[in-house]
């Protein structure tokens, strides 16, 4: 968008540039007269698309900061989480990566392990969670990040 942008600018200033000099020249007649509206529309249209870009700039540092920010509580939370559920080391890295969606045989593969150990880690976190799936601990940090008072309310009646 910026290099089209360019080109258009690059263009707005050449025709400028030869309507003054036809101008200049000749006068101002009726074609002269077209072609000085038509070269600045084109000058608008560069200056509206300077500032669309400019704003398309800025949303897109605003949604990083606000994926960084998610992405610093989400880790809070996991980790808040998993110190509540006192899951072991071994069972926090099952669980992240159950969290992420990975499969057994991938999280086997990934760490080492057997399936069966991992099928054994991931029922007692589930059992720890109060879950009894991967889709239910997902749910969980889903829940509590999409409506966090629904969470605070449950830990309340539940404290």
């Not at 009726?30 to 400019?54: K, N, Q």
């Not at 920010?69 to 110190?83: D, E, H, K, Q």
């Not at 889903?142 to 969470?151: H, R, Y």
Request: glycine share 10%; hydrophobic share 55%; proline share 1%.
């Amino acid at each position: 968008m910026t290099l089209v942008l360019g080109c258009q600018m690059l263009a707005a200033m050449f025709f400028t540039l030869d309507v003054a000099g036809d101008i200049a020249d000749a006068g101002l007649g009726w074609h002269l007269s077209i072609e000085l509206g038509a070269t600045l529309a084109l000058a608008a249209g560069v200056m509206v698309g300077a500032i669309h870009v400019r704003s398309l700039i800025e949303r897109a540092r605003q949604d990083q900061a606000l994926i960084t920010a998610a992405r610093g509580a989400m880790g809070a939370l996991i980790r808040a989480r998993f110190a509540e559920w006192r899951l072991t080391a071994a069972e926090a890295d099952v669980a992240l990566f159950a969290i992420k969606g990975l499969d057994v045989a991938e999280i086997a593969a990934l760490r080492g392990s057997a399936q069966g150990t991992i099928r054994a880690q991931l029922t007692r976190i589930y059992a720890k969670a109060g879950t009894t799936s991967q889709t239910g601990l997902i749910a969980l940090f889903m829940e509590e990040l999409i409506d966090p008072a629904t969470t605070l309310g449950e830990d309340a009646a539940h404290g």
